[in-house]
């Protein structure tokens, strides 16, 4: 059974840090690349990193690149995604993503100002 466990949420200061984890179950971790999405209320859902199988390879949008940071470990089957000097509108449910395979529940961000 696929599963995603992440974890790593909670509250945070304007121009704080935050890391979020994701093991990953059910299924070859290492046959596929990593994503991480992140929608806010009343917006559209946004990928913010993703990383190649062996995690040699990422890719960022505008908006978070030079602050996030995704990794991964293939032997714990787990994905990281380390965000600093994170903003008010950073806030958001963090997801992580498996393309074809599946997503977690989600865990939410919140950034006081």
């Known amino acids: 059974q696929v599963q995603f466990l992440e974890s790593g949420g909670g509250l945070v200061q304007s121009g704080g840090s935050l890391g979020l984890s994701c093991v990953a179950l059910g299924f070859t971790f290492s046959d596929y690349a990593m994503n991480w999405y992140r929608q806010a209320p009343g917006k559209e859902r946004e990928l913010v990193a993703t990383?190649?199988?062996?995690?040699?390879?990422?890719v960022y949008p505008d908006s978070v690149h030079g602050r996030f940071t995704i990794s991964r470990d293939n032997v714990k089957n787990t994905a990281y995604l380390q965000m600093r000097n994170l903003k008010p509108e950073n806030a958001a449910v963090y997801y992580c993503d498996v393309t074809q395979i599946g997503r977690g529940q989600g865990t939410q961000v919140t950034v006081s100002s």
């Open positions: 990383n190649s199988r062996a995690g040699d390879n990422t």
